[in-house]
C-alpha cells in the first residue's frame, strides 16, 4: 500500500458546486497532515492543515478521520481558480523532512 | 519580504554535463529541503538541511548527487554526470524550524532537462 493514496482525477466540476476528495495514509502513527495546493508548473502552496477535530478556512473545510486513516478537503461554492492539483501531505512524525507528498487530486472547475 | 528563491528557472544539460541549483530560503528561516518532482509524479523528500549541515539526506541518491547550505548564501544542489532520468522539477523549500508542524515555504522550483 502506497504511503499517501489520491484519487488522481481530474474531477470536473461545474462553478459553483461543492467538491470533496479523500487522501488516505498508510502509517497510523502519522501526526501531522496538511492540503497542499499546486498550480500547472508552479510549486505547492500550503492551503490549510487539517486538525483532529476538522477545521474550516471560509469555503474549504477539512476532516482527519484517523480510524480509518484518511483525511479530506471539501471545496463549497467552487470558483474558477480553485482549478489546480491538491496535494494530501502526512507527517509520520519527527521533523518536517517527514512529510509524505501525495501525487494529487486534479481538479477543474468548469463556467 | 521576499519568498524562497531559486534559480535558475529552467535548466538544460547534456548527459554527462554538471547541474548545480540555488536555493535562497525565506530572510531569517535557516531550515531547507530539496524535493524532486517528475511529471505525473508526487513530489520526493531528498535532503534536509541546516546551515552548515546537513540533517536528512536518506532521499538524495548516493552517488552524483549532494546539497549543502553554507554559512553565507544560498543552498545549492549539485548534480554530477547528469543522465536522462534526472530530467524533472527540483523545488526548494524553506521552513523558520523544523518542528513536525512547521508549513513549508516552497520557491518555484528548477527544472531541468537532460538532452
Known amino acids: 500500500r502506497k504511503e499517501v493514496e489520491q484519487d488522481p482525477g481530474p474531477f470536473n466540476v461545474p462553478e459553483g458546486a461543492t467538491v470533496a476528495f479523500n487522501c488516505t495514509y498508510s502509517n497510523s502513527a502519522s501526526q501531522s497532515f496538511f492540503w497542499y495546493r499546486q498550480d500547472c508548473r508552479k510549486e505547492p502552496k500550503l492551503l490549510m492543515s487539517v486538525y483532529s477535530s476538522g477545521n474550516e478556512d471560509g469555503r474549504f473545510t477539512a476532516q482527519l478521520n484517523r480510524a480509518s486513516q484518511y483525511i479530506s478537503l471539501l471545496i463549497r461554492d467552487s470558483k474558477l481558480s480553485d482549478s489546480a492539483t491538491y496535494l494530501c501531505?502526512?507527517?509520520?512524525?519527527?521533523?518536517?523532512?517527514?512529510?509524505?507528498f501525495g501525487k494529487g487530486t486534479h481538479l477543474i472547475i468548469q463556467p | 519580504n521576499a519568498g524562497v528563491m531559486q534559480n535558475p528557472r529552467h535548466l538544460v544539460r547534456r548527459r554527462g554535463q554538471e547541474a548545480r541549483l540555488r536555493c535562497s530560503p525565506v530572510?531569517?528561516?535557516?531550515?531547507v529541503y530539496w524535493y524532486r518532482q517528475l511529471p505525473e509524479e508526487g513530489l520526493k523528500f531528498m535532503v534536509y538541511?541546516?546551515?552548515?549541515?546537513?540533517?536528512?539526506e536518506s532521499g538524495m541518491p548516493k552517488e552524483r548527487f549532494s546539497a549543502e547550505f553554507p554559512k553565507e548564501g544560498p543552498s545549492i544542489l549539485r548534480i554530477q554526470q547528469v543522465v536522462r532520468g534526472d530530467s524533472a522539477a527540483y523545488f526548494c523549500?524553506?521552513?523558520?524550524?523544523?518542528?513536525?508542524?512547521?508549513?513549508?515555504?516552497f520557491g518555484n522550483g528548477t527544472r531541468l532537462t537532460v538532452t
Open positions: 523549500a524553506s521552513s523558520p524550524s523544523g518542528g513536525a508542524n512547521s508549513p513549508l515555504h
Open positions: 530572510k531569517g528561516h535557516s531550515h
Open positions: 501531505v502526512v507527517n509520520p512524525g519527527g521533523g518536517a523532512d517527514g512529510l509524505t
Open positions: 538541511l541546516q546551515k552548515e549541515n546537513i540533517i536528512d
